[in-house]
């Protein structure tokens, strides 16, 4: 990753995207509180059960846990984090695993952060933390032993054009592991897509993700809806906390971001999690 580290983004929408996620990184840190100023998951909890009395980050590191349960990797192997925020997930997973854990993102601040988060481990030599973009990703053909996308795929401008990338970089038999929207009504409130037009992010429909798989050239192993678990609680919890905070978001794209009140319509939106696998004999 050395040379790529200062490479820019260059599609229009990750710049856009890495821009926005540039102010945000700071006021994330500001929002979740004193516990995030080292490092944060800038994903949604999971819950296993609706009685489960998790604290949200608790159920945010067990959304990572939920992933690396599918992931397959032990001590030794090279997991892709694509669109890897501040590095927490990454950290994490090193952490549990003994892996090497390559992340990245189109955000410059995202990453600096990352490579502070690395420096204070007692393992920065199993991190590695760059700016790029995840339509051209600067890896070797089979180069890693697992890729996962925790909630990036949402902003990724052609979904397929990253599953073939992300299988490019994959070892054969290599898994891939990703959550990402979907669209539950035919006709998306004028909130979500106010959401879309300043988030560059969009929504797929739960039953295209196999067939999106398949023609990106993978095995399509598991595709799991998991809006329960995650979506009602996590947004709760942030619509909660921007109320008790009085947060003043001078950053309306901020304000989609850390108030979804204001503009998800929580109904009309789900949240999904897919396998898949680069064929044996590929
Ligand atoms: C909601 S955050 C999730 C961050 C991280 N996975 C986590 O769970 O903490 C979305 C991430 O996707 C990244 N991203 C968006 N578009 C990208 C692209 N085209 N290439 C690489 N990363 C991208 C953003 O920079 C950000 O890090």
């Not at 983004?9 to 890495?18: N, W």
């Not at 994490?92 to 990352?114: D, F, K, N, Y």
């Not at 901020?254 to 949240?271: E, H, K, M, Q």
Request: hydrophobic share 40%; aromatic share 8%.
């Amino acid at each position: 990753m050395k040379e790529e580290r200062t490479a820019a983004p260059t599609a229009p929408v990750a710049e856009e995207v890495g821009r926005l996620y540039d102010r945000m990184t700071d006021i994330a840190a500001d929002f979740l509180g004193d516990d995030a100023r080292q490092g944060y998951n800038a994903h949604l909890g999971y819950w296993d059960t609706p009685d489960s009395e998790l604290a949200y980050d608790e159920a945010t590191d067990r959304l990572t846990d939920v992933m690396l349960e599918r992931l397959r990797i032990g001590a030794g192997d090279r997991l892709l984090d694509v669109g890897c925020g501040v590095g927490a997930p990454a950290v994490r997973i090193a952490r549990l695993t003994g892996a090497s854990v390559t992340g990245i993102s189109v955000s410059r601040e995202q990453i600096a952060r990352a490579e502070a988060l690395a420096r204070e481990t007692p393992f920065p030599e199993r991190l590695d933390f760059g700016v790029a973009d995840a339509m051209e990703l600067p890896f070797p053909d089979a180069s890693f032993d697992a890729v996962m996308a925790l909630e990036s795929m949402c902003h990724m401008p052609d979904r397929g054009q990253v599953y073939r990338e992300m299988r490019r970089v994959l070892r054969p038999g290599g898994r891939i592991v990703a959550t990402d929207f979907h669209g539950r009504s035919a006709s998306p409130s004028p909130d979500r897509l106010a959401l879309q037009r300043t988030m560059g992010s969009t929504t797929v429909r739960i039953d295209d993700y196999p067939q999106l798989m398949r023609t990106s050239g993978l095995r399509f192993l598991e595709l799991r809806d998991i809006t329960d678990e995650t979506l009602p609680k996590s947004f709760a919890f942030l619509a909660e906390r921007a109320d008790r905070l009085r947060f003043e978001f001078d950053d309306t794209e901020a304000a989609c971001f850390y108030n979804p009140r204001s503009v998800i319509d929580v109904p009309a939106l789900g949240y999904l999690l897919v396998v898949a696998q680069r064929p044996l004999d590929d």
